[in-house]
């Protein structure tokens, strides 16, 4: 079974600052997804950024960017210029497939809170 | 509507008892998946449907929980003679097909007492 490590339970980062959130996974499958997902007190999970396995540039959103090392199975993500709407759960995710038709494993999350 | 729709947003209830929590997705979305979220924990898996069939109900805990979706559309999550253990915020995704962008309602807080 794939598992999905966030070893750091809460961070801080200061306002405009960057910020890294770990993530490790554990699978036997070449083929598969990695996401990170925000869950703001609202509870609604939203994407923040996606990335395929088989690609290896890694994946950018804005202030969003993500250090994929396949062979390491690491997928960190980073923030730039840290804004108080960062403020949130955030959740590393893995999928497995092509297809996709498998569901989402989630880690147990970073509380990231960004201060003034 | 909009977004992936979830009622109730807060259900109080009593060990024992019946709870249907419900679930209207994006309109056109074949794809429709359960998540628990335990306090301080990341969403674990329950259920996926594909149109109006669940194609992996192998995170469904035991008997007690069952979930149906008899048009493709609107899904029920059912859970049977509650327990404190279910205690949880239950979330909905759908997305246009699997693999595709989940998108997350705001989930349905269950408290057993």
């Known amino acids: 079974a794939q598992t999905v490590t966030q070893s750091q339970p809460e961070m801080s980062v200061q306002e405009a600052e960057t910020v890294t959130l770990s993530c490790t996974y554990d699978t036997s499958e070449n083929n598969y997804y990695l996401f990170w997902y925000k869950q703001p007190p609202s509870r609604q999970m939203i994407l923040v950024i996606r990335?395929?396995?088989?690609?290896?540039q890694n994946a950018t959103e804005n202030r969003f960017s993500v250090n994929f090392q396949k062979a390491a199975k690491s997928f960190s993500l980073k923030i730039s210029d840290s804004q108080l709407g960062d403020t949130a759960m955030y959740f590393c995710?893995?999928?497995?497939?092509?297809?996709?038709?498998?569901?989402?494993?989630f880690g147990k999350g970073t509380r990231l809170s960004v201060i003034a | 509507g909009a977004g992936v729709s979830q009622t109730p947003s807060n259900k109080v209830t009593e060990k024992g008892k019946y709870v249907e929590l419900r679930c209207d997705p994006i309109?056109?979305?074949?794809?429709l998946y359960w998540y628990r979220q335990s306090l301080g924990q990341g969403p674990e898996f329950l259920i996926y449907f594909q149109g109006t069939g669940a194609a992996d109900d192998s995170g469904l805990p035991n008997d007690r929980f069952f979930a149906v979706r008899p048009e493709g559309s609107v899904s029920t999550l059912k859970i049977q003679r509650t327990e404190r253990g279910d205690s949880a915020v239950y979330l909905c995704a759908s997305s246009w097909s699997p693999g595709g962008e989940l998108f997350f309602g705001e989930g349905s807080r269950l408290t057993v007492l």
């Open positions: 309109s056109g979305h074949t794809a």
């Open positions: 990335q395929e396995a088989y690609k290896q």
């Open positions: 995710a893995f999928m497995m497939g092509y297809s996709g038709n498998t569901p989402l494993v």
